[in-house]
């Protein structure tokens, strides 16, 4: 019943977003069905992609689970008054059949008494997240009863940031309470960025013991179009040092940045003219508060600018020429550009009577408006992340650089991603550097959704470039977590010696020497190996590693070294010759497995029966994280 109502409501703007939410809906149901005994608690991971519709599934499993018998339900929203309100004002809309509570009908919920499904729409803020804690507490509703949370952005505030620390933090404090409020708990992590999340530990109680992925629909716009190999037309690529080179002199606009403001200006004509009473403009220069300010000023001089050009005659035709040229590059993809006259006189009009606005969107000045009316330029850094949706984006402006960036934090700002643009007139703004980085972390998620449409999360390792890491340091427990950096040599300190027969057999026609294999006979081979230390050797997670490469990788090349007739003492600290070191360490950019045949010779200390012992060294440029289970 409630299921079938919201799927009539969402179905009547899109059929193909009422098949996608049932599909998932199903696919979660049977998960909870398999792992949830109504005594404990379970968590699932629902995964999509950034702007692909979450809030959207999220209903459409609540109303499924209401079918169900579950009765109770707190939807988490990010810490935001006006994405709280959004979230609300969504649910209240489609769940006409639940009872939809803001987090101050707190006399309303205790009135109603869970007479009907009942769904809370709370923000992850310590004082409200205590608030309902202690009311729903207090109430004894939840006696005999399991609770279902549904956290949307879940890899953001939920987890404890001071697990390292062996403290709890106070978000992440204030969920585990809530959950064990009730006899048992469904707890629906939600998230297009997962890293986090997937490499929680199964102690910590915030690791998925499931996962569902939910495939975008047709219309949508995401990392393969703009981050795409070979480039898409879409990325203009801007100065290395835009940033710095303009805050030494802020007289000058950098060429990308005055680039991406006259696009912007045309694009808006072209919407103007078309009917279209919206469109957006995101400029992300870094995160300092300060340098915001600087481009706001500078756009603002800038678009003044443009517009005294229009009352000086040289001026004003050198303007439109810069137009032109950008209207010759945009009809190169939007072949159904308005002419370029019209194009030229709504420039003017709009320039006149200035139609553009700036915002400056950070922790001064948070958000709290609804960006789906005007022509709006909008420049902040944090902010312009996470939860965050922009009707119509379809010009962005990035130059935000650090050390050692993290790939969740940096794909979270990839507010170009949606429905409602129009592919032909996107143009992304970046430098070199910036566009290889987004490359790097659109392949390493597309290999991460791979596994797991593949094999859920069996065996799932995140594949990152050594220069990247997955997520923050400080959500992920150090003791746990289990990484394999590329260019090492590794092998079994104290191998069992029960695989001479085995890999004798799969290695019989080759002699000692140097191949090229695929990487099916390296996972066989590994896979017959073991170690009395278990810390020392991990074949599954070696075979894991080897399965996301040929993945990630379809042509990688993997190098077989064998050598027979080895004497090596039990305990020795080091196991390859320094010929076969020097030898292995040339194949800089493939898997590379050295396998001696050991004689085991009790005099060495073995048992006297020859085996075999490897030595395995992934790429340099790559490194596995996952977590170890203890």
Excluded at 194 to 216: D, M, T
């Amino acid at each position: 019943m409630h299921f079938n109502n919201y799927l009539s409501q969402v179905s009547k703007s899109s059929q193909e977003l009422g098949l996608s939410v049932t599909q998932t809906s199903n696919e979660v149901i049977i998960n909870i069905n398999t792992y949830f005994d109504y005594k404990s608690d379970v968590t699932g991971l629902l995964l999509g992609n950034v702007q692909s519709g979450k809030t959207a599934q999220m209903l459409g499993l609540i109303g499924k689970m209401a079918d169900e018998g579950f009765d109770l339900f707190i939807l988490l929203t990010t810490d935001n008054i006006y994405l709280q309100s959004q979230t609300l004002n969504r649910a209240a809309e489609s769940l006409t059949t639940l009872r939809v509570c803001d987090e101050n009908d707190d006399l309303n919920f205790i009135q109603t008494s869970l007479r009907k499904p009942t769904v809370l729409v709370l923000k992850k803020n310590t004082n409200v997240l205590r608030k309902w804690k202690n009311l729903i507490a207090s109430s004894k509703l939840l006696e005999g009863r399991p609770i279902v949370i549904i956290d949307d952005e879940a890899d953001a505030a939920s987890l404890n940031t001071l697990v390292n620390k062996k403290l709890i933090s106070r978000i992440n404090n204030h969920l585990f309470n809530i959950k064990k409020l009730a006899t048992s708990s469904i707890y629906i992590q939600v998230t297009a960025t997962p890293q986090a999340v997937l490499l929680q530990s199964k102690i910590s109680g915030w690791k998925p013991l499931f996962v569902n992925y939910f495939i975008p629909g047709n219309n949508y716009i995401g990392g393969d179009f703009i981050f795409s190999t070979p480039p898409s037309f879409c990325i203009k690529d801007t100065g290395e040092n835009e940033l710095e080179d303009f805050k030494r002199n802020t007289d000058v606009i950098p060429e990308g940045l005055k680039n991406s403001l006259l696009n912007f200006i045309l694009i808006s004509a072209e919407f103007k003219i078309k009917g279209k009473e919206n469109c957006n403009f995101l400029v992300h220069p870094s995160v300092r508060i300060a340098d915001h300010e600087i481009f706001a000023i500078s756009l603002g001089e800038n678009l003044n600018t443009f517009l005294e050009c229009l009352n000086e005659g040289a001026s004003k035709k050198e303007f439109f020429k810069t137009i032109k040229e950008i209207w010759v590059d945009l009809q190169k993809t939007q072949p159904d550009l308005s002419p370029f006259d019209d194009i030229k006189q709504t420039v003017d009009e709009m320039l006149n009577r200035m139609d553009f606005s700036i915002f400056v969107l950070n922790s001064k000045s948070p958000f709290e408006k609804n960006y789906n009316r005007g022509y709006n330029i909008i420049i902040g850094g944090n902010s312009l992340g996470r939860g965050i949706t922009f009707s119509h984006l379809q010009i962005v402006y990035y130059c935000r650089k650090a050390k050692s960036p993290q790939a969740d934090t940096f794909w979270q700002h990839s507010r170009i991603f949606g429905y409602d643009r129009i592919k032909g007139l996107i143009r992304v703004y970046l430098p070199p550097t910036l566009l290889e980085l987004f490359t790097e972390i659109n392949k390493a998620n597309r290999l991460l959704i791979n596994q797991i449409i593949n094999n859920g999360l069996e065996g799932l390792q995140l594949i990152y470039p050594s220069n990247i890491k997955p997520t923050r340091k400080n959500v992920v427990d150090n003791s746990t977590l289990n990484m394999i950096s590329g260019g090492i040599n590794i092998f079994p300190l104290d191998p069992t010696e029960e695989n001479g027969k085995v890999i004798d057999e799969m290695v019989y026609e080759l002699k000692d020497g140097v191949y090229r294999v695929d990487g099916k006979l390296a996972i066989n081979i590994l896979s017959n190996v073991k170690d009395q230390i278990s810390s020392s050797w991990d074949s599954k997670k070696f075979t894991a590693c080897i399965k996301g490469l040929m993945l990630e990788r379809p042509h990688q090349i993997f190098s077989l070294i064998i050598r027979r007739n080895r004497n090596i003492s039990k305990g020795t600290r080091t196991l390859l010759s320094p010929n076969d070191r020097v030898l292995g360490d040339t194949f800089t950019n493939h898997t590379t497995l050295t396998i001696y045949r050991l004689n085991g010779n009790k005099e060495s200390g073995w048992k006297g029966k020859p085996f075999w012992i490897p030595n395995i060294k992934f790429p340099e440029d790559v490194c596995f994280y996952d977590t170890i289970d203890f």
